[in-house]
């Protein structure tokens, strides 16, 4: 975990906008966001991901969670199908791309969308006919307030056109560490 203080969200956000967080907080390891979650209770965070579909217009007078947690596994194999698992931090494009190197079919129509794997969920991210629903297995997420983890299903997301249920219902009560697709 780091920790800045006056921290520049201009290599933070696509917009690239100069703009400056109270406390920037580099968060690497699902225990680490437990912990601060905890430590940061009473605070006002501003969770971070990677900076897009976002618009900083203004200094950032809170403590600023950046989900940095990094990895991506092949959970399961079968004769048609993998399930991978990356965790939030991953770039998209970048877990994209590495799901091809593998010869792993599914995410190639989402290629080059902006943003983390993390937030991917949220929005239910699309492009050509192809949206996260239609390869999302499951995602792990830390509730900020009770600190439980929960597995969320397919079925559970609520996924519509652009849509979840971390953008509705449970809007701002989780925040995602994993994601697992099946290619």
């Known amino acids: 975990m780091k920790v800045k203080q006056n921290m520049s969200m201009k290599p933070y956000n696509t917009f690239g906008i100069d703009v400056n967080a109270k406390q920037f907080i580099e968060i690497e390891h699902e225990n680490d966001l437990i912990s601060l979650l905890k430590r ?13 579909n976002m618009l900083l217009t203004k200094d950032l007078n809170k403590v600023v969670f950046y989900i940095n947690i990094k ?4 959970v399961d194999r079968t004769d048609n199908h993998v399930t ?3 965790n939030a931090g991953e770039n998209w494009n970048d877990f994209v791309n590495w799901t091809l190197s593998k010869g792993f079919g599914g995410l190639e129509n989402l290629s080059l969308i902006p943003g983390n794997v993390g937030t991917a969920p949220i929005q239910n991210i699309g492009a050509y006919g192809v949206e996260l629903k239609d390869v999302f297995v499951q995602c792990t997420a830390v509730h900020v307030q009770t600190l439980t983890i929960r597995t969320f299903s397919l079925d559970d997301c609520d996924f519509g056109y652009r849509q979840s249920i971390f953008k509705g219902k449970l809007k701002g009560q989780y925040i995602i560490t994993s994601v697992q697709f099946k290619l």
Do not use: N
């Open 40 to 52: 940061f209770y009473a605070e006002e965070i501003f969770i971070l991901g990677g900076g897009s």
């Open 71 to 74: 990895g991506k596994r092949i």
């Open 84 to 86: 991978v698992e990356a």
